[in-house]
């Protein structure tokens, strides 16, 4: 545990207990900062005991460990965190940075960072499938970073390989180029590439912004 949970002196838990769930939510929600985009290294097992963490996290991890693990607020942290904020992963996150078996499921609104290239396009294709525990999944933002030495290898794959279909309610899709002299017309090609291969399960298209 990355602190001791503290023991609620008795005035304090009764008062806290008859107070409305509604309130309680509101209460945490005004202890932790609204709406951020945290990195999914903060639910893994070393920033709940806080044990070298490397990221500067706009929330507390051992505030916010410490809500998560007490009885009395746990249930309430859950739906504060995971409706209110939304979690980065990117495609080359060590194994040891993802996120306890327990907080998978939980996570809504979910940011993808990836590299272009074959391996990283299959590893979309598991999230999106399920594969690495992000089921609960309702709003996608995708950056694909597109180096231009592996430009043909990555159509190739992506050419190769099924729809990566997503089962959620929102989809962006967002492709960022380096160097930045990628041509004009290989921009064009990968930007209708990638939106001919990423769809919503609805049928509904994802919002795609333009390359940069």
């Known amino acids: ?31 932790l900062p609204y709406r951020k985009t945290l990195h999914v290294e ?27 693990d007490h009885p009395e607020f746990s249930d309430f942290m859950m739906d504060v965190l995971f409706n209110n904020h939304k ?28 590299q272009a290239n074959g391996p990283n396009w299959q590893w979309l294709a598991e999230v999106a499938r399920g594969a690495h525990g992000f089921d609960s999944i309702r709003e996608v933002d995708l950056t694909v970073w597109v180096l231009n030495v592996r430009y043909d290898e990555f159509c190739n794959q992506v050419r190769r390989t099924r729809v990566i279909v997503w089962d959620v309610e929102l989809l962006r899709i967002r492709l960022r180029h380096w160097p930045a002299w990628l041509v004009a017309a290989q921009r064009r090609m990968l930007e209708a590439l990638v939106q001919e291969h990423m769809a919503r399960r609805d049928g509904m298209r994802a919002q795609f912004s333009p390359s940069a």
């Open 1 to 31: 545990m990355s602190v001791m949970s503290p023991s609620l002196t008795p005035a304090f838990a009764n008062g806290w207990r008859k107070l409305p769930n509604e309130l309680k939510i509101e209460v945490l929600s005004r202890i």
């Open 42 to 68: 903060i639910l893994s097992e070393i920033a709940r005991r806080n044990n070298g963490r490397t990221i500067d996290f706009p929330i507390d991890p051992q505030l916010m460990w410490c809500l998560l």
């Open 87 to 114: 979690f980065v992963v990117t495609s080359y996150l060590p194994r040891h940075e993802y996120p306890l078996r327990s907080m998978f499921s939980n996570i809504k609104r979910l940011q993808l960072i990836v």
